[in-house]
């Protein structure tokens, strides 16, 4: 029989979930029929409020996963990604529960602490300097917020993941929440394809602009979500075999596995994306010391017989995969290929020569990110002062709102000298934490620790001499330094020189100019 309690429980439970089934009904129905942003923030809150027990109690895992995941939460009000609001939630909770238990502990690493701290204060002095920061989504007449809260919420990231170490007994999961929760991406690439009832995910995961028109091909059309997906498969396989692993004899169908996924991220036709891969196998194989093996040979002959069928075959790929491979000069591709691509470069580098004279003026005090109603004018109607002529106008407004494709430009204009300060120092924090863990951290730990430190060594190429954003390579070196102080406890340190004792003099071995003597 059902007791008192139990029996007043459940009434409590129907009194509540009925009215709400029935309230929710009702405003999905007006969704269907208006789908304005103050239905769909009702709903949003009210799922927020039946999952905040869930989320209080796994914030920790539902932050790391949710870092990494491309969903946006359409229900508030500029539709900010996933991670953003995860990473405030979880921060908030830790700061919480720190408050009222003091064994939870943050993890510790001025090291890196103080430079955050830094960069947080300069990007703040600098927008109050620069006309503030305003949120042209929530009604305010100067914009360029989205990029000071980026930064912010990228700082705070650090935060929330070294609120916690990661148990040992866990870290499998953890590596699996981590690397492959961007496998949703491809989702936005199937917008054309996706029937009427489930069209309701493109809320979650808006379609991705190449598919907009509906007119989709397959090795012709740029699926950039399809490559990030292939892209996080890759990653997790380095991390959990390393290259070792992969290429071992033993396992032919991970390294089969491997290559598939390797092929598809071309399905995005990015030059950076063949770039960056083959900076991180190289760096993976080196840091792994597979040079010292007889890998070395079977890599030199894997790659020289790539090459050999390339160079026949290339005009042959599909078009995104060769425009990719526009960056091997030798090869013949599609000239629309090496046009496309082409394009492109030439509207980069006609921006940078127009604006790095103009970077002198901003070195004390830069731009900052606010955009007021001029510019946003002048967005629209493609007219950018010192660029319009040149450019193609659908990339002007990028130009304007500091969207360079260059990490040093991205950096000088808005923040000056002290922003690329700011730079360096979290890059050279990141890169310090990177290698010692990856020199002296646990060998259970040591895919992992690897390919982060090859993971910091590209992102520092690739802001200075391929693609660069100050906003998001900020957020970028706080996530690799907090993924690695999560997993690994701690900075680590190289092990104490153990020395044998003499029992009879009970004397150290004696080291030149430095006589050591125990007291008796």
């Avoid at 229900?75 to 408050?99: C, D, H, M, N, Y």
């Avoid at 170490?165 to 496998?183: C, D, H, Q, T, W």
């Avoid at 996706?194 to 979650?204: A, D, E, K």
């Avoid at 002198?360 to 606010?370: F, T, V």
Wanted: charged share 15%; aromatic share 14%.
């Amino acid at each position: 029989m059902t007791n008192s309690a139990q029996a007043m429980r459940m009434l409590i439970t129907y009194a509540i979930c009925i009215p709400l089934a029935i309230f929710m009904g009702f405003v999905m129905t007006e969704v269907g029929n208006n789908p304005d942003y103050s239905n769909l923030f009702v709903i949003g809150i009210v799922l927020a409020v039946l999952v905040s027990p869930i989320f209080i109690k796994w914030h920790y895992p539902i932050m790391v996963f949710g870092i990494g995941c491309p969903m946006v939460c359409f229900f508030l009000k500029g539709s900010p990604p996933l991670w953003q609001v995860v990473t405030i939630l979880s921060l908030g909770i830790a700061i919480i529960e720190r408050a009222i238990n003091s064994e939870r502990r943050f993890i510790k690493a001025s090291v890196m602490t103080w430079p955050l701290l830094y960069t947080l204060a300069m990007v703040f002095l600098t927008a109050e300097l620069t006309g503030g920061i305003g949120l042209k989504a929530l009604g305010g007449d100067v914009g360029g917020g989205k990029k000071y809260l980026a930064l912010f919420i990228g700082i705070g990231m650090y935060f929330a993941l070294t609120s916690r170490p990661i148990p040992k007994e866990k870290r499998n999961l953890y590596v699996v929440l981590f690397f492959l929760a961007g496998a949703p991406s491809f989702i936005s690439d199937l917008f054309p394809y996706l029937p009427s009832p489930l069209n309701y995910i493109n809320f979650l995961f808006p379609p991705s602009q190449n598919v907009l028109n509906g007119d989709v091909s397959v090795g012709i059309t740029r699926l950039g979500s399809f490559a990030q997906t292939a892209g996080t498969v890759v990653n997790l396989m380095l991390v959990k075999y390393g290259l070792r692993g992969i290429f071992s004899s033993q396992r032919p169908l991970r390294f089969l596995l491997f290559c598939t996924m390797m092929a598809l991220t071309m399905l995005g036709g990015f030059r950076l994306t063949l770039i960056s891969y083959s900076e991180t196998i190289l760096l993976l194989f080196f840091l792994e010391g597979l040079h010292r093996t007889r890998m070395l040979l079977v890599f030199m002959f894997g790659g020289i017989v790539c090459l050999t069928l390339l160079i026949p075959f290339a005009d042959k790929l599909p078009f995104t995969f060769q425009r990719a491979l526009t960056v091997v000069p030798f090869l013949h591709l599609d000239p629309a290929a090496r046009l496309d691509a082409e394009g492109s470069r030439e509207w980069r580098e006609t921006m940078w020569a127009d604006t790095w004279p103009k970077v002198p003026q901003y070195l004390l005090l830069g731009k900052g990110y606010a955009l007021h109603a001029d510019d946003f004018a002048l967005m629209g109607g493609g007219d950018f002062q010192g660029l319009g002529a040149n450019l193609d106008r659908s990339q002007d407004g990028l130009a304007i709102s500091m969207d360079y494709h260059n990490g040093p430009l991205s950096t000088l204009m808005p923040f000056g000298v002290w922003g690329m300060i700011s730079y360096l120092w979290v890059g050279a924090a990141t890169l310090f934490i990177l290698y010692r863990n990856y020199r002296y951290g646990d060998a259970d730990l040591k895919t992992l620790n690897t390919f982060l430190m090859a993971s910091g060594i590209t992102s520092l190429v690739g802001f200075f001499f391929l693609f660069g954003s100050y906003s998001a390579d900020i957020g970028g070196w706080a996530k690799l330094a907090g993924v690695s102080l999560a997993f690994n406890w701690e900075i680590q340190k190289a092990p104490a020189l153990k020395t044998a004792i003499n029992p009879l003099t009970r004397r150290l071995p004696v080291r030149p100019g430095r006589p050591k003597i125990l007291p008796a």
